[in-house]
């Protein structure tokens, strides 16, 4: 089965993101790389129409502000209309009430097709006491048993990264080996990854294989980015050319995916 990178890079998916302020430019240039088209829309009084003409939405909460969860849920509500789906990424779920309080609402009013976080996000997400500061993941999980739970729980297909991705849904469990360690040096890979997961949700229906596809594919790039830089301002230069430059062939060779 060929790989959904080629498909993408064809149907250039116009992909709404509500997302922070840190990681704005460096999502806008990702998807670009990636062959999808971004766009940024906040406001209350437009995110239903331009999440209608959109091909996927993500709702990510890095910054968030009250009005924030308002234009969310319009937005989330109206592609849950239109029939396109979409990416919550929990940032810093844990971290403050705040955080958890919204991105269960936002869980609550809007259907989503996955949600991305790291370990310790999708476990505060789920009920599963761990620490969280700051936007890192948290140390010392089982990312297999805190898969199983989590999903049980919030009944959404989920994709937990860190050093080894999992990927669950009703009917499967996906390991992904790709990516590197440089990642959690640029601010921003999470969410960048997010908003490629939407790209690959809006080219196929078979979710499970649009969310790894899309891990694969990122963690490969990655792979590449790093064996050309090892320090983290170059890195991300060289991440953001592989993103571009990563083909089906060397994505097929490189990938180290395994599925239970
Ligand atoms: N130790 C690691 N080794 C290899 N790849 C990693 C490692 N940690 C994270 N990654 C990869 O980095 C990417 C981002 O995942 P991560 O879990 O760091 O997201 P995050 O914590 O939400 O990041 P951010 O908050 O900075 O956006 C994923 O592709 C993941 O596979
Ligand atoms: C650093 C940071 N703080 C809030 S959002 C964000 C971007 C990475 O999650
Ligand atoms: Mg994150």
Redesign the pocket.
């Known amino acids: 089965m060929s790989h959904l990178i080629t498909k993408v890079r064809s149907k250039q998916p116009l992909i709404h993101n509500i997302t922070n302020q840190v ?1 704005m430019n460096f999502t806008a240039n990702g998807l670009y790389a990636l062959g999808a088209s971004p766009v940024m829309a906040n406001a209350k009084e437009e995110v239903e129409e331009m999440a209608a003409k959109a091909d996927a939405l993500v709702l990510n909460i890095g910054t968030l502000t009250s009005d924030q969860v308002e234009a969310m849920i319009l937005a989330g509500k109206s592609a849950n209309q239109a029939g396109i789906p979409v990416v919550l ?1 929990p ?1 810093g779920v844990g971290a403050t009430k705040f955080r958890t309080a919204s991105a269960l609402k936002i869980l609550d009013q809007v259907q989503v097709s996955c949600i991305r ?2 370990a310790g ?1 999708i476990a505060n997400l789920a009920g599963v006491e761990t620490k969280v500061r700051g ?3 948290a140390e010392d999980i089982d990312v297999q048993q805190l898969a199983e739970v989590a999903f049980t729980k919030l009944q959404c297909p989920l994709a937990i ?3 080894q ?1 999992i990927i669950i849904d009703a009917n499967q469990i996906t390991f ?1 080996a ?4 440089l ?2 040096k640029v ?7 997010s908003s490629v997961v939407a790209a690959f949700l809006a080219v196929s229906d078979d979710v499970q294989t649009a969310i790894s596809d899309a ?1 694969s594919y ?2 490969i790039a ?1 792979e590449l980015a790093a064996a050309e830089h090892q320090n983290p301002g170059s890195f991300q230069v060289a991440f953001l050319d592989q993103l571009f430059l990563v083909d089906e062939k060397t994505i097929n060779e490189k990938k180290r995916i395994t599925r239970s």
């Open positions: 990681v990424d940032v976080g790291n996000e936007v890192d993941g990264t860190g050093a991705d992904i790709n990516g590197h360690p990642l959690t601010t921003g890979t999470g969410c960048l990854l891990i990122y963690g990655a």
